[in-house]
């Protein structure tokens, strides 16, 4: 046996060796009657809402793309390594980042694991060639359970880049939203009303924001429950400001106080808050902009500068010589 061959057994070895794991760690964690108990329960849940979602699409209906996705949510259904609260923990990160399908966090803990074995896989590759790790197995088996780990962890930093990203649209487009909320309440408008026309107003400026808006008028149609679907709105956006505004908005229902006061005061409040985060980013411009200008636009002013008087010493020391 040549020196590639051997290679080639120890990559599928630890392979191998990390299916084992995962095996193991699976049977150890749900080989109990309770661990059965609740992986049927599991399974009758996602086997149900499969069955629903594929009733309402029409079955043949669905593209490609569709049937991906589909076929993905029924592996993440089926992976046993994550429990109950860790997928409410994903359920609430996707749908605050855009994400309300049922099949989101079965997506999701798919591409995870997906990701980590395509991590974990290339390590063992191309393990034998990183310096001081590839010459001994046992250290190219360590680097491919922390691969794996990195590759399951990478999704998830993802997904919460994204919806800090989205709070950051919706935050800086806020006040505009109040004050058009002002506008229809003091106009006679009902709260639904008022927020059913802001989400149609922030379509093209907004469209996360007008998300969330219709998403809140809707539910104050359907269920009249106004507190539920405000907490309910606060709770998918996630940011202080609008905790403010649903604060605001539930004791001035609760106490009968006028609205469109409250709102108008909150308004004020953000557009000065809004105001001071953007000077705030202007004072900070100028620091920031000492090391670009000291690389790059610094050399090249020096170069224009002297470079006329520097061609002209080299050409009088040259003809002196």
């Avoid at 609760?254 to 953000?270: D, F, K, M, N």
Wanted: proline share 4%.
């Amino acid at each position: 046996m040549n020196q590639n061959q051997f290679e080639t057994l120890i990559n599928l070895l630890m392979l191998f060796g990390l299916f084992a794991a995962l095996a193991i760690w699976w049977m150890t964690k749900h080989g109990g009657t309770r661990g059965r108990i609740a992986e049927r329960a599991r399974m009758a849940a996602a086997t149900h809402r499969s069955d629903n979602v594929a009733t309402d699409d029409g079955g043949d209906t669905m593209t490609r793309g569709e049937r991906v996705m589909r076929r993905l949510a029924r592996i993440g259904d089926k992976i046993p390594f994550f429990d109950a609260k860790y997928r409410l923990k994903l359920q609430k990160e996707m749908v605050r980042s855009g994400y309300r399908s049922n099949l989101a966090v079965s997506i999701l803990l798919a591409v995870k694991f997906f990701c980590g074995l395509a991590c974990a896989a290339a390590t063992v590759m191309l393990g034998s060639r990183i310096p001081m790790v590839g010459a001994y197995p046992a250290a190219r088996g360590i680097a491919m359970l922390m691969v794996f780990i990195v590759g399951m962890i990478l999704p998830e930093y993802v997904v919460a880049f994204r919806a800090s990203r989205r709070r950051k649209m919706m935050a800086g487009c806020l006040p505009d939203a109040l004050d058009l909320l002002v506008i229809c309440t003091n106009a006679g408008n009902s709260l639904g009303v008022s927020i059913r026309r802001v989400a149609n107003e922030l379509k093209t400026i907004c469209p996360p924001l007008s998300d969330e808006f219709a998403l809140a008028a809707d539910e104050l149609k359907l269920s009249g429950d106004s507190t539920r679907a405000l907490n309910n709105l606060a709770e998918r956006i996630d940011l202080p400001s609008i905790r403010a505004l649903i604060s605001t908005l539930t004791q001035s229902m609760r106490y009968g106080t006028p609205i469109t006061q409250a709102l108008r005061t909150l308004s004020r409040t953000e557009r000065l808050a809004h105001i001071v985060s953007l000077e705030e980013k202007a004072a900070k411009l100028a620091p920031k902009m000492v090391v670009p200008m000291m690389l790059f636009i610094l050399p090249a002013i020096i170069s224009i500068a002297a470079g006329p008087a520097v061609i002209q010493l080299l050409a009088f020391i040259a003809g002196n010589k």
